[in-house]
């Protein structure tokens, strides 16, 4: 994808045409399912899934998770706030979806994503939504890790 396909008002085009198209779906039957963690569990608030294309593999190849703790503002706050970037994330190369989840102890915020690739998972870490987000994250919570499935 080129640089000019990155940019916010191209990707907020893009994620416009995906929702008007019906591939876009926010699940609700797993709100409040808690995933393990290694340190923490992890009570889900919201998921975004992306039919993929006939251009996309039929399953995900990879999944991206991305943990941290927000600078400022309370958990509510940060719950609401994250959904402004949603439309840069749809629009990402590769996505297939996205869970957002906090820690029941901690109150650290994890994101699991599906990609299509490694190479998808991998590049999201420098995209605008992720810089955007590591704006608002404490850096020394930050950190993330890339997968095969």
Request: hydrophobic share 40%.
């Amino acid at each position: 994808m080129t640089k000019n396909r990155q940019l916010p008002p191209m990707l907020l085009a893009r994620a416009t045409s995906l929702r008007i198209r019906g591939r876009v779906h926010f699940l609700k039957d797993c709100i409040g399912d808690v995933q393990p963690g290694k340190d923490e569990n992890y009570k889900v608030f919201r998921k975004v899934v992306l039919d993929p294309s006939k251009d996309q593999p039929e399953k995900p190849g990879a999944i991206f998770i991305v943990r941290f703790r927000f600078a400022r503002f309370a958990a509510k706050t940060n719950r609401f706030l994250s959904l402004i970037p949603i439309p840069f994330i749809l629009a990402q190369p590769g996505f297939r979806s996205k869970t957002w989840m906090m820690g029941l102890k901690t109150g650290l915020f994890q994101g699991l994503y599906e990609w299509d690739s490694i190479e998808d998972a991998e590049k999201y870490w420098s995209s605008f939504p992720m810089k955007l987000m590591k704006r608002r994250a404490v850096p020394e919570t930050l950190n993330y890790e890339v997968r095969a499935v």
